[in-house]
Protein backbone atom coordinates (compact mmCIF):
# COMPACT_ATOMS: atom_id res chain seq x y z
CA UNK A 1 0.00 0.00 0.00
CA UNK A 2 1.63 2.97 -1.60
CA UNK A 3 2.25 5.66 1.98
CA UNK A 4 0.63 9.25 2.03
CA UNK A 5 3.00 11.99 1.47
CA UNK A 6 2.33 14.52 4.31
CA UNK A 7 2.06 17.96 3.20
CA UNK A 8 4.41 20.10 4.11
CA UNK A 9 3.77 22.59 6.82
CA UNK A 10 2.54 26.44 4.98
CA UNK A 11 5.47 27.82 6.51
CA UNK A 12 8.13 25.73 4.50
CA UNK A 13 6.47 27.46 1.49
CA UNK A 14 6.90 30.81 2.70
CA UNK A 15 10.35 31.09 3.64
CA UNK A 16 12.06 31.23 -0.13
CA UNK A 17 9.13 33.71 -1.15
CA UNK A 18 10.15 35.87 1.83
CA UNK A 19 13.60 35.53 0.51
CA UNK A 20 12.50 36.31 -2.87
CA UNK A 21 10.89 39.44 -1.27
CA UNK A 22 13.25 40.79 0.52
CA UNK A 23 15.85 40.37 -2.01
CA UNK A 24 14.07 42.36 -4.67
CA UNK A 25 12.96 45.02 -2.48
CA UNK A 26 16.73 45.20 -1.60
CA UNK A 27 17.44 46.09 -5.12
CA UNK A 28 14.61 48.64 -5.46
CA UNK A 29 15.68 50.38 -2.70
CA UNK A 30 19.67 50.59 -3.86
CA UNK A 31 18.07 51.91 -7.14
CA UNK A 32 16.13 54.38 -5.05
CA UNK A 33 18.85 55.34 -3.24
CA UNK A 34 21.46 55.49 -5.97
CA UNK A 35 18.99 58.10 -8.09
CA UNK A 36 19.07 60.48 -4.47
CA UNK A 37 22.96 60.12 -4.77
CA UNK A 38 23.54 58.13 -1.81
CA UNK A 39 25.41 55.34 -3.14
CA UNK A 40 26.94 54.26 0.11
CA UNK A 41 23.58 52.88 0.93
CA UNK A 42 22.93 51.96 -2.66
CA UNK A 43 26.02 49.29 -2.50
CA UNK A 44 24.58 47.67 0.80
CA UNK A 45 21.14 47.17 -0.67
CA UNK A 46 22.76 45.77 -3.70
CA UNK A 47 25.06 43.33 -2.09
CA UNK A 48 22.05 42.36 0.75
CA UNK A 49 20.31 41.66 -2.62
CA UNK A 50 22.64 39.29 -3.65
CA UNK A 51 22.62 37.49 -0.74
CA UNK A 52 19.28 37.46 -0.46
CA UNK A 53 19.00 36.09 -4.32
CA UNK A 54 21.18 33.58 -3.55
CA UNK A 55 18.81 31.91 -0.32
CA UNK A 56 15.31 31.95 -1.95
CA UNK A 57 16.35 29.36 -4.92
CA UNK A 58 18.28 27.14 -2.76
CA UNK A 59 16.28 26.88 0.08
CA UNK A 60 13.29 26.44 -2.33
CA UNK A 61 15.28 23.74 -4.00
CA UNK A 62 16.41 21.66 -0.32
CA UNK A 63 12.68 22.08 1.06
CA UNK A 64 11.55 20.88 -2.70
CA UNK A 65 9.41 23.92 -2.29
CA UNK A 66 9.09 25.58 -6.11
CA UNK A 67 5.77 26.60 -6.65
CA UNK A 68 3.61 28.52 -9.17
CA UNK A 69 3.00 31.10 -7.01
CA UNK A 70 6.96 31.44 -6.82
CA UNK A 71 7.11 32.03 -10.43
CA UNK A 72 4.26 34.45 -10.09
CA UNK A 73 5.97 36.66 -7.50
CA UNK A 74 9.29 36.93 -9.35
CA UNK A 75 7.33 38.00 -12.19
CA UNK A 76 5.44 40.38 -10.10
CA UNK A 77 8.02 42.40 -8.31
CA UNK A 78 10.80 42.38 -10.56
CA UNK A 79 8.96 43.71 -13.49
CA UNK A 80 7.25 46.62 -11.16
CA UNK A 81 7.48 49.43 -12.16
CA UNK A 82 10.15 47.84 -14.10
CA UNK A 83 7.20 46.12 -16.22
CA UNK A 84 6.84 43.36 -19.01
CA UNK A 85 3.70 45.35 -19.74
CA UNK A 86 0.47 44.17 -21.56
CA UNK A 87 -0.67 47.06 -23.47
CA UNK A 88 -2.63 48.11 -26.96
CA UNK A 89 0.22 49.95 -28.68
CA UNK A 90 3.55 47.79 -28.38
CA UNK A 91 5.30 50.10 -30.64
CA UNK A 92 8.01 52.28 -28.52
CA UNK A 93 6.89 55.84 -29.32
CA UNK A 94 9.72 57.60 -31.23
CA UNK A 95 9.90 60.24 -28.29
CA UNK A 96 10.43 57.90 -25.79
CA UNK A 97 13.54 59.61 -23.41
CA UNK A 98 14.58 57.00 -21.93
CA UNK A 99 15.01 55.32 -25.51
CA UNK A 100 16.45 57.95 -26.98
CA UNK A 101 19.06 58.61 -24.52
CA UNK A 102 20.52 55.08 -24.45
CA UNK A 103 19.02 52.50 -27.28
CA UNK A 104 21.76 53.70 -29.70
CA UNK A 105 20.91 50.70 -32.33
CA UNK A 106 18.35 49.16 -31.92
CA UNK A 107 16.38 48.61 -35.31
CA UNK A 108 12.72 47.98 -33.85
CA UNK A 109 12.53 47.91 -30.10
CA UNK A 110 9.16 47.11 -28.98
CA UNK A 111 7.27 46.83 -25.48
CA UNK A 112 7.51 42.80 -24.61
CA UNK A 113 3.65 42.26 -24.09
CA UNK A 114 2.89 39.10 -21.97
CA UNK A 115 0.12 37.61 -24.00
CA UNK A 116 0.77 38.81 -27.75
CA UNK A 117 4.79 37.90 -27.20
CA UNK A 118 3.99 34.62 -25.70
CA UNK A 119 5.46 32.91 -28.32
CA UNK A 120 7.75 35.05 -29.22
CA UNK A 121 11.29 33.51 -30.02
CA UNK A 122 14.25 36.05 -30.70
CA UNK A 123 17.53 34.83 -32.22
CA UNK A 124 20.09 36.56 -29.92
CA UNK A 125 22.95 38.30 -31.82
CA UNK A 126 26.24 36.07 -32.18
CA UNK A 127 28.66 38.98 -32.84
CA UNK A 128 28.51 42.73 -32.29
CA UNK A 129 27.51 43.41 -36.03
CA UNK A 130 24.50 45.66 -34.72
CA UNK A 131 26.98 48.22 -33.10
CA UNK A 132 28.95 48.79 -36.13
CA UNK A 133 27.96 52.01 -37.06
CA UNK A 134 27.66 53.63 -33.38
CA UNK A 135 29.98 56.63 -33.22
CA UNK A 136 29.56 56.24 -29.09
CA UNK A 137 27.95 54.08 -26.55
CA UNK A 138 27.00 54.44 -22.84
CA UNK A 139 29.01 53.48 -20.53
CA UNK A 140 28.22 53.57 -16.70
CA UNK A 141 30.65 54.52 -13.61
CA UNK A 142 31.53 51.43 -12.12
CA UNK A 143 33.43 50.54 -15.45
CA UNK A 144 35.09 53.79 -15.88
CA UNK A 145 38.33 52.03 -14.78
CA UNK A 146 37.43 49.54 -17.56
CA UNK A 147 36.78 51.85 -20.41
CA UNK A 148 39.39 54.23 -19.56
CA UNK A 149 41.89 52.14 -20.57
CA UNK A 150 40.65 51.90 -24.58
CA UNK A 151 38.14 54.64 -25.03
CA UNK A 152 38.00 58.38 -24.46
CA UNK A 153 35.16 58.74 -22.28
CA UNK A 154 32.85 62.15 -22.52
CA UNK A 155 29.74 63.58 -21.24
CA UNK A 156 26.53 64.71 -22.85
CA UNK A 157 23.39 66.59 -21.83
CA UNK A 158 20.25 64.90 -22.90
CA UNK A 159 17.10 67.06 -23.48
CA UNK A 160 15.33 65.96 -20.38
CA UNK A 161 18.59 67.89 -18.75
CA UNK A 162 20.16 64.85 -16.97
CA UNK A 163 23.75 63.58 -18.10
CA UNK A 164 25.22 60.72 -19.81
CA UNK A 165 28.43 59.09 -19.69
CA UNK A 166 29.63 58.06 -23.62
CA UNK A 167 32.80 55.78 -24.71
CA UNK A 168 33.78 57.05 -28.03
CA UNK A 169 33.96 54.15 -30.47
CA UNK A 170 34.93 56.39 -33.57
CA UNK A 171 35.81 59.68 -35.01
CA UNK A 172 32.71 60.01 -37.16
CA UNK A 173 29.09 59.60 -37.37
CA UNK A 174 27.89 56.16 -38.15
CA UNK A 175 31.50 54.57 -37.86
CA UNK A 176 32.18 52.38 -34.71
CA UNK A 177 36.07 51.40 -35.37
CA UNK A 178 36.11 48.34 -32.95
CA UNK A 179 34.04 46.49 -34.66
CA UNK A 180 35.12 44.94 -37.82
CA UNK A 181 33.72 43.29 -40.83
CA UNK A 182 33.09 40.19 -39.14
CA UNK A 183 31.25 42.01 -36.65
CA UNK A 184 33.61 41.33 -33.98
CA UNK A 185 34.56 44.08 -31.16
CA UNK A 186 38.14 44.51 -31.18
CA UNK A 187 38.89 45.70 -27.49
CA UNK A 188 39.16 43.55 -24.39
CA UNK A 189 36.09 45.73 -22.65
CA UNK A 190 32.87 45.52 -24.07
CA UNK A 191 30.70 48.54 -22.21
CA UNK A 192 27.08 46.91 -20.09
CA UNK A 193 25.27 48.97 -22.97
CA UNK A 194 26.58 46.79 -25.71
CA UNK A 195 25.94 44.00 -23.58
CA UNK A 196 22.48 44.09 -22.29
CA UNK A 197 21.42 44.50 -26.53
CA UNK A 198 18.23 43.67 -27.71
CA UNK A 199 16.99 44.10 -24.25
CA UNK A 200 16.45 48.00 -23.07
CA UNK A 201 14.09 49.50 -20.64
CA UNK A 202 11.50 52.08 -22.11
CA UNK A 203 9.67 54.87 -20.37
CA UNK A 204 5.87 55.47 -20.69
CA UNK A 205 4.24 58.63 -20.34
CA UNK A 206 3.89 58.14 -16.45
CA UNK A 207 7.48 57.52 -16.11
CA UNK A 208 6.90 54.17 -15.78
CA UNK A 209 9.91 51.49 -17.09
CA UNK A 210 8.77 48.69 -18.85
CA UNK A 211 10.75 45.93 -21.10
CA UNK A 212 11.25 46.11 -24.90
CA UNK A 213 13.71 43.84 -27.09
CA UNK A 214 14.74 44.49 -30.88
CA UNK A 215 12.07 43.03 -32.55
CA UNK A 216 14.24 42.99 -36.06
CA UNK A 217 15.72 39.37 -33.58
CA UNK A 218 12.41 37.85 -33.99
CA UNK A 219 12.68 34.86 -35.70
CA UNK A 220 10.35 31.91 -35.91
CA UNK A 221 13.35 29.19 -35.55
CA UNK A 222 13.73 26.83 -33.09
CA UNK A 223 16.73 27.53 -32.33
CA UNK A 224 15.62 30.88 -31.54
CA UNK A 225 15.01 31.67 -27.63
CA UNK A 226 11.54 32.00 -26.15
CA UNK A 227 11.37 34.58 -23.80
CA UNK A 228 7.95 33.84 -21.83
CA UNK A 229 7.25 29.84 -20.60
CA UNK A 230 4.27 28.28 -21.89
CA UNK A 231 2.53 29.46 -18.67
CA UNK A 232 3.46 33.12 -19.18
CA UNK A 233 5.97 33.38 -16.72
CA UNK A 234 9.32 35.01 -17.94
CA UNK A 235 11.77 32.37 -19.15
CA UNK A 236 15.33 32.28 -17.65
CA UNK A 237 16.50 34.54 -20.41
CA UNK A 238 14.19 37.13 -19.91
CA UNK A 239 14.75 37.11 -16.14
CA UNK A 240 18.40 37.32 -16.81
CA UNK A 241 17.92 40.00 -18.52
CA UNK A 242 15.60 42.01 -16.51
CA UNK A 243 18.03 41.88 -13.79
CA UNK A 244 20.71 42.99 -15.76
CA UNK A 245 18.74 45.87 -16.96
CA UNK A 246 17.82 47.04 -13.43
CA UNK A 247 20.99 46.77 -11.94
CA UNK A 248 22.03 49.08 -15.32
CA UNK A 249 19.20 51.71 -14.50
CA UNK A 250 20.20 51.97 -11.01
CA UNK A 251 23.70 52.72 -12.20
CA UNK A 252 22.65 55.01 -14.69
CA UNK A 253 21.33 56.86 -12.01
CA UNK A 254 24.38 57.77 -10.38
CA UNK A 255 26.39 57.86 -13.17
CA UNK A 256 24.43 60.55 -14.22
CA UNK A 257 23.92 62.39 -10.71
CA UNK A 258 28.09 62.47 -10.71
CA UNK A 259 28.33 64.34 -14.04
CA UNK A 260 25.69 66.61 -13.00
CA UNK A 261 27.90 67.78 -9.74
CA UNK A 262 31.25 68.09 -11.67
CA UNK A 263 28.72 70.64 -13.98
CA UNK A 264 27.97 71.99 -10.69
CA UNK A 265 31.25 72.59 -9.11
CA UNK A 266 31.86 74.76 -12.85
CA UNK A 267 34.19 71.55 -13.92
CA UNK A 268 33.03 71.20 -17.45
CA UNK A 269 33.82 72.61 -21.12
CA UNK A 270 32.83 71.90 -24.28
CA UNK A 271 35.23 68.98 -25.93
CA UNK A 272 36.76 70.20 -28.62
CA UNK A 273 39.37 67.61 -30.32
CA UNK A 274 41.36 68.70 -33.96
CA UNK A 275 42.06 65.71 -35.42
CA UNK A 276 44.07 65.02 -38.83
CA UNK A 277 43.69 61.91 -41.19
CA UNK A 278 46.31 60.70 -42.77
CA UNK A 279 46.13 62.79 -45.89
CA UNK A 280 47.07 65.65 -43.48
CA UNK A 281 43.20 67.15 -43.65
CA UNK A 282 41.91 68.87 -40.01
CA UNK A 283 38.71 68.34 -38.49
CA UNK A 284 37.08 69.03 -35.50
CA UNK A 285 34.92 66.40 -33.20
CA UNK A 286 32.91 68.51 -30.59
CA UNK A 287 29.02 68.24 -29.33
CA UNK A 288 30.69 66.38 -26.43
CA UNK A 289 31.17 67.80 -22.84
CA UNK A 290 35.09 67.25 -20.63
CA UNK A 291 36.10 68.32 -17.42
CA UNK A 292 38.89 70.91 -17.83
CA UNK A 293 41.65 70.28 -15.45
CA UNK A 294 42.59 74.08 -14.94
CA UNK A 295 39.14 74.23 -13.09
CA UNK A 296 39.57 71.43 -11.44
CA UNK A 297 42.65 73.29 -9.68
CA UNK A 298 40.58 76.65 -9.02
CA UNK A 299 38.58 74.00 -6.07
CA UNK A 300 38.20 75.09 -2.56
CA UNK A 301 40.16 72.35 -0.27
CA UNK A 302 37.51 71.20 1.59
CA UNK A 303 35.28 70.23 -1.67
CA UNK A 304 37.81 68.51 -3.39
CA UNK A 305 38.40 66.73 0.27
CA UNK A 306 34.81 65.94 -0.36
CA UNK A 307 35.09 63.98 -4.10
CA UNK A 308 37.84 62.31 -2.60
CA UNK A 309 35.71 60.79 0.53
CA UNK A 310 32.99 60.12 -1.66
CA UNK A 311 35.15 58.11 -4.06
CA UNK A 312 34.40 60.43 -6.96
CA UNK A 313 37.77 62.02 -7.87
CA UNK A 314 39.05 58.39 -8.78
CA UNK A 315 36.32 58.26 -11.49
CA UNK A 316 37.23 62.32 -12.67
CA UNK A 317 40.74 61.55 -13.13
CA UNK A 318 40.29 58.07 -15.17
CA UNK A 319 37.72 60.13 -17.15
CA UNK A 320 40.89 62.97 -17.58
CA UNK A 321 43.05 59.81 -18.27
CA UNK A 322 40.40 58.43 -20.59
CA UNK A 323 41.09 61.29 -23.06
CA UNK A 324 44.83 60.23 -23.99
CA UNK A 325 43.00 57.67 -26.16
CA UNK A 326 41.55 60.04 -28.61
CA UNK A 327 45.04 59.42 -30.51
CA UNK A 328 44.55 55.86 -30.63
CA UNK A 329 41.45 55.48 -31.38
CA UNK A 330 42.76 57.84 -34.58
CA UNK A 331 45.18 55.15 -35.23
CA UNK A 332 42.66 52.42 -35.19
CA UNK A 333 40.41 54.50 -37.53
CA UNK A 334 43.01 54.34 -40.12
CA UNK A 335 43.58 50.90 -40.03
CA UNK A 336 40.00 50.12 -40.00
CA UNK A 337 39.54 52.08 -42.96
CA UNK A 338 42.47 50.35 -44.20
CA UNK A 339 40.75 47.00 -43.81
CA UNK A 340 37.23 48.36 -45.83
Known amino acids: MAKTKKPQNRGIYLLPNLFTT ?26 IAMIMDGFDG ?19 LST ?52 AGSQAVPVLLSEFADVALEYPIVFVKTPDASWLALALTGLQQGQNVFVDENGAWGANYIPASVRRYPFVFA ?8 VAVDMDLASKDEAA ?13 LQNAIGFLQSFQGQSAQTS ?14 AQFQIRDQDGNARSLNGFFMVEEARLNTLRDDT ?32 HNNSQ
Open 22 to 47: AGLFAGFYAIIAAIRGDFEAAAIAIF
Open 58 to 76: RIARMTNTQSAFAAALFLA
Open 80 to 131: SPFCVQAQTNNQIQEGSALLTKTAFFYADPQVLNTEQHRDLRIALPQNAGFA
Open 203 to 210: SGDDGTLT
Open 225 to 237: VRLFNEDGAPSVI
Open 257 to 270: ALIAQFEELGLLTD
Open 304 to 335: ILDLVRKGQMGALHLHLLSLKNIAALQRREAA
